[in-house]
Nanobody
Framework: QVQLVESGGGLVQAGGSLRLSCAASVRIFSNYAMGWFRQAPGKERAFVAA????????SYADSVKDRFTISRDNTKNTVYLQMNSLKPEDTAVYYC???????????????WGQGTQVTVSS
């Protein structure tokens, strides 16, 4: 059983930064590719970023490229999402997700966290 717990969300002004963390309760964290997704009110869940099992390969949605950075620490069973230059349109509930194998931009991850709210005020 894989449990994912996100933290680090909150209220921030436009232009500010937040760092989200996702701690995984899993025996071998490096077996899992990790992803971040978000869901804004009235919208479908959308891909944000993903990282390979080793952390070497990353991918980003165009809307967050050059502003967000995904990383992981396999010694701490944790994946991070550093969010800079935040915009009001980044407001959403952010979810981390885990899947065995390679990361994807699709929602076909096997395990999901409960989400953390990020609100960006203008």
């Amino acid at each position: 059983q894989v449990q994912l717990v996100e933290s680090g969300g909150g209220l921030v002004q436009a232009g500010g930064s937040l760092r989200l963390s996702c701690a995984a309760s899993v025996r071998i964290f490096s077996n899992y590719a990790m992803g971040w997704f978000r869901q804004a009110p009235g919208k479908e869940r959308a891909f944000v970023a993903a990282i390979s099992r080793s952390g070497v390969a990353t991918s980003y949605a165009d809307s967050v490229k050059d502003r967000f950075t995904i990383s992981r620490d396999n010694t701490k069973n944790t994946v991070y999402l550093q969010m800079n230059s935040l915009k009001p349109e980044d407001t959403a509930v952010y979810y981390c997700a885990a899947r065995q194998g390679v990361p994807t931009v699709y929602g076909n991850y096997e395990h999901w966290g409960q989400g953390t709210q990020v609100t960006v005020s203008s």
